[in-house]
Protein backbone atom coordinates (compact mmCIF):
# COMPACT_ATOMS: atom_id res chain seq x y z
CA UNK A 1 0.00 0.00 0.00
CA UNK A 2 2.95 2.12 0.97
CA UNK A 3 4.00 1.57 -3.19
CA UNK A 4 1.06 2.76 -4.16
CA UNK A 5 0.79 6.34 -2.27
CA UNK A 6 4.54 6.82 -3.36
CA UNK A 7 3.35 6.04 -7.37
CA UNK A 8 -0.08 8.32 -7.09
CA UNK A 9 2.10 11.42 -5.11
CA UNK A 10 4.95 10.81 -8.09
CA UNK A 11 2.02 11.04 -10.44
CA UNK A 12 0.45 13.86 -9.57
CA UNK A 13 3.82 16.32 -9.11
CA UNK A 14 4.58 15.00 -13.08
CA UNK A 15 1.36 15.95 -13.94
CA UNK A 16 1.23 19.24 -11.98
CA UNK A 17 4.89 19.89 -13.25
CA UNK A 18 3.84 19.03 -17.08
CA UNK A 19 0.91 21.62 -17.03
CA UNK A 20 3.07 24.85 -16.00
CA UNK A 21 5.94 24.13 -19.16
CA UNK A 22 5.27 25.60 -22.75
CA UNK A 23 6.58 23.87 -25.82
CA UNK A 24 7.37 26.88 -27.95
CA UNK A 25 8.70 26.81 -31.73
CA UNK A 26 9.30 29.31 -34.09
CA UNK A 27 9.73 29.57 -37.87
CA UNK A 28 10.59 32.31 -40.02
CA UNK A 29 11.63 33.90 -43.72
CA UNK A 30 15.81 33.97 -43.63
CA UNK A 31 15.32 36.63 -46.43
CA UNK A 32 13.85 39.04 -43.81
CA UNK A 33 15.80 41.54 -42.20
CA UNK A 34 14.02 41.24 -39.25
CA UNK A 35 16.37 44.52 -37.66
CA UNK A 36 14.31 46.82 -40.27
CA UNK A 37 11.44 45.74 -38.58
CA UNK A 38 10.64 48.79 -35.68
CA UNK A 39 6.94 49.10 -36.04
CA UNK A 40 3.57 47.02 -35.68
CA UNK A 41 0.07 47.23 -35.68
CA UNK A 42 -2.46 44.19 -35.19
CA UNK A 43 -4.39 42.47 -37.87
CA UNK A 44 -7.95 42.99 -37.18
CA UNK A 45 -9.44 40.90 -39.56
CA UNK A 46 -6.87 37.88 -38.26
CA UNK A 47 -7.97 38.47 -35.14
CA UNK A 48 -11.55 39.05 -34.63
CA UNK A 49 -11.82 35.16 -36.37
CA UNK A 50 -10.01 33.59 -33.15
CA UNK A 51 -12.47 31.61 -32.09
CA UNK A 52 -11.59 32.29 -27.99
CA UNK A 53 -13.20 34.76 -25.59
CA UNK A 54 -12.72 38.12 -25.79
CA UNK A 55 -11.30 38.56 -23.08
CA UNK A 56 -9.03 36.01 -23.48
CA UNK A 57 -8.21 37.50 -26.71
CA UNK A 58 -7.28 40.81 -25.10
CA UNK A 59 -5.39 39.09 -22.55
CA UNK A 60 -2.79 37.31 -25.05
CA UNK A 61 -2.52 41.03 -27.57
CA UNK A 62 -1.95 42.84 -24.12
CA UNK A 63 1.10 40.46 -23.52
CA UNK A 64 2.00 40.55 -27.15
CA UNK A 65 1.97 44.36 -26.97
CA UNK A 66 4.12 43.97 -23.55
CA UNK A 67 6.79 42.26 -25.24
CA UNK A 68 7.04 43.75 -28.14
CA UNK A 69 7.91 46.95 -26.58
CA UNK A 70 10.00 45.68 -24.45
CA UNK A 71 11.99 44.59 -27.99
CA UNK A 72 11.94 48.34 -28.70
CA UNK A 73 8.77 48.59 -31.32
CA UNK A 74 6.45 51.11 -30.83
CA UNK A 75 2.51 50.58 -32.25
CA UNK A 76 1.86 52.50 -35.41
CA UNK A 77 -1.20 53.13 -38.20
CA UNK A 78 1.62 52.31 -40.81
CA UNK A 79 3.58 49.89 -39.37
CA UNK A 80 6.09 47.26 -40.68
CA UNK A 81 4.90 44.22 -39.20
CA UNK A 82 1.16 43.20 -38.71
CA UNK A 83 0.72 40.81 -35.80
CA UNK A 84 -2.39 37.82 -35.99
CA UNK A 85 -2.72 35.29 -33.64
CA UNK A 86 -4.23 31.90 -33.97
CA UNK A 87 -5.44 29.60 -31.82
CA UNK A 88 -6.23 25.65 -31.81
CA UNK A 89 -7.01 23.21 -28.40
CA UNK A 90 -7.39 19.42 -28.44
CA UNK A 91 -8.51 17.03 -25.73
CA UNK A 92 -5.60 14.99 -24.49
CA UNK A 93 -6.33 11.71 -22.77
CA UNK A 94 -3.17 10.28 -20.85
CA UNK A 95 -3.40 6.92 -19.30
CA UNK A 96 -1.25 5.65 -16.82
CA UNK A 97 -1.49 1.74 -15.82
CA UNK A 98 1.21 0.43 -12.64
CA UNK A 99 0.03 -3.51 -12.97
CA UNK A 100 2.91 -5.30 -12.13
CA UNK A 101 3.66 -8.47 -14.38
CA UNK A 102 6.93 -10.62 -13.43
CA UNK A 103 8.40 -12.97 -11.53
CA UNK A 104 7.50 -13.04 -7.69
CA UNK A 105 9.71 -15.04 -5.38
CA UNK A 106 8.42 -17.53 -2.87
CA UNK A 107 7.56 -15.66 0.36
CA UNK A 108 4.59 -14.00 -2.59
CA UNK A 109 2.38 -17.29 -2.28
CA UNK A 110 3.25 -21.10 -3.27
CA UNK A 111 6.81 -20.51 -4.65
CA UNK A 112 9.21 -18.75 -7.36
CA UNK A 113 7.45 -18.12 -10.56
CA UNK A 114 5.80 -15.99 -13.11
CA UNK A 115 2.54 -13.73 -11.90
CA UNK A 116 0.93 -10.53 -11.82
CA UNK A 117 0.44 -8.03 -9.16
CA UNK A 118 -2.47 -5.59 -8.21
CA UNK A 119 -2.44 -2.40 -9.42
CA UNK A 120 -4.45 0.32 -10.97
CA UNK A 121 -5.33 2.20 -14.45
CA UNK A 122 -5.96 6.28 -14.09
CA UNK A 123 -7.05 7.83 -16.77
CA UNK A 124 -6.69 11.52 -16.89
CA UNK A 125 -8.27 14.25 -19.65
CA UNK A 126 -6.72 18.00 -20.38
CA UNK A 127 -6.80 20.53 -22.83
CA UNK A 128 -4.07 20.83 -24.84
CA UNK A 129 -3.51 24.54 -26.47
CA UNK A 130 -1.60 25.97 -28.96
CA UNK A 131 -1.00 29.78 -29.63
CA UNK A 132 0.28 30.99 -33.33
CA UNK A 133 1.66 33.96 -33.31
CA UNK A 134 2.06 35.26 -36.54
CA UNK A 135 3.98 38.30 -37.46
CA UNK A 136 3.35 39.42 -41.40
CA UNK A 137 6.29 41.63 -43.13
CA UNK A 138 3.02 44.67 -43.99
CA UNK A 139 4.93 46.04 -47.14
CA UNK A 140 5.18 42.67 -48.74
CA UNK A 141 2.59 40.76 -47.07
CA UNK A 142 4.24 38.07 -46.64
CA UNK A 143 4.89 35.62 -43.12
CA UNK A 144 7.98 37.02 -41.96
CA UNK A 145 7.58 35.23 -38.46
CA UNK A 146 5.73 32.82 -36.80
CA UNK A 147 5.86 31.40 -32.82
CA UNK A 148 3.98 28.59 -31.26
CA UNK A 149 3.53 27.78 -28.39
CA UNK A 150 1.54 24.44 -27.01
CA UNK A 151 0.56 23.95 -23.33
CA UNK A 152 -2.13 22.81 -21.03
CA UNK A 153 -4.39 25.22 -20.98
CA UNK A 154 -5.83 25.72 -16.95
CA UNK A 155 -9.65 26.97 -16.69
CA UNK A 156 -9.12 28.52 -13.40
CA UNK A 157 -11.34 30.93 -11.58
CA UNK A 158 -8.88 32.63 -10.50
CA UNK A 159 -7.92 35.92 -13.02
CA UNK A 160 -5.09 36.33 -11.88
CA UNK A 161 -3.77 32.97 -12.56
CA UNK A 162 -5.51 33.21 -15.58
CA UNK A 163 -3.76 35.97 -16.95
CA UNK A 164 -0.44 34.77 -15.64
CA UNK A 165 -0.74 31.49 -17.33
CA UNK A 166 -1.53 33.99 -20.76
CA UNK A 167 1.79 36.05 -20.29
CA UNK A 168 3.73 32.88 -19.40
CA UNK A 169 2.52 31.47 -22.47
CA UNK A 170 3.49 34.57 -24.83
CA UNK A 171 6.38 35.42 -23.22
CA UNK A 172 8.13 32.15 -24.10
CA UNK A 173 6.82 32.32 -27.59
CA UNK A 174 7.93 35.77 -28.01
CA UNK A 175 11.86 35.05 -26.47
CA UNK A 176 12.00 33.41 -30.09
CA UNK A 177 12.05 36.55 -31.71
CA UNK A 178 13.95 38.09 -32.76
CA UNK A 179 15.24 35.11 -34.71
CA UNK A 180 18.99 34.33 -33.95
CA UNK A 181 20.25 33.68 -37.46
CA UNK A 182 23.03 31.44 -38.01
CA UNK A 183 25.57 32.34 -40.44
CA UNK A 184 26.88 29.54 -41.93
CA UNK A 185 30.86 29.03 -42.32
CA UNK A 186 32.19 27.69 -45.42
Same mark, same amino acid.
Given at each position: ?????????????????????????????????????????? +??? @???? /??? %??????? !?????? #?????????????????????????????????????????????????? +??? @???? /??? %??????? !?????? #????????????????????????????????????????????????
Amino acid at each position: MKDFYFVASLSLLLIVFSCSSVNVYSDYDKETNFSSFKTYAF +YKK @GIDK /VEI %SDLDKKR !ILRAIE #RELKAKGMVPSDNPDLLVNIFTKSREKIDVYNNSYYGWYPWYYGYGYGPG +YGF @GYSN /VTS %STEGTLF !IDLIDA #RKKELAWQGIGVGILSYSKNIDKKEARISEIVTNIMMQYPPKIEVSSN
